[in-house]
């Protein structure tokens, strides 16, 4: 047989006192090793008509684990590119709407916050909260 399949087998359990099998339960293997990890059992293995379907399955893996390394999935909820803006008070509400219509001029005279406003579209990048007050309520507004 063999290196890389014989390599397989030992990862598998099948070969007994050949090598250490790798502990898995101790956590998850960062991409760049996993990445590291396919990379070496792909020069190792033999490249004829037998390999070729491992080979590709192979090839495969390592282009989902590079494209997971250039955008992390966002399955985690709270993870990812945003705005980030801390919760406070009793709620939340945000401002939506076209360009230039007073959303920031409303932000600006609803709650004294400075939120800047301009004769050009876009002029608020990035989210501007500020809290209305009302009848002892606490009201967070997001620009």
Known sequence: RSLASLDSYRRRGRVRGCCK????????????????????????????KATEGHLGILK????????????????GGGEGDGFE??????????????????KSTLLTQLTGTDS???AYEFTTLTCIPGVIHYNDAKIQLLD
């Open 85 to 102: 803006v801390s919760k406070y008070g009793h709620g939340r509400v945000a401002l939506i709407g076209f360009p230039s219509v007073g």
């Open 60 to 75: 495969s893996k390592l282009a989902k684990l590079r494209t997971e390394l250039l955008a992390p999935s966002k399955s």
């Open 116 to 118: 800047e406003a301009a």
């Open 21 to 48: 099998p790798r502990d898995r339960a101790s956590g998850a293997m960062g991409i760049l090793e996993k990445i590291k990890d396919i990379e070496l059992e792909m020069s190792r293995t033999q490249k004829n």
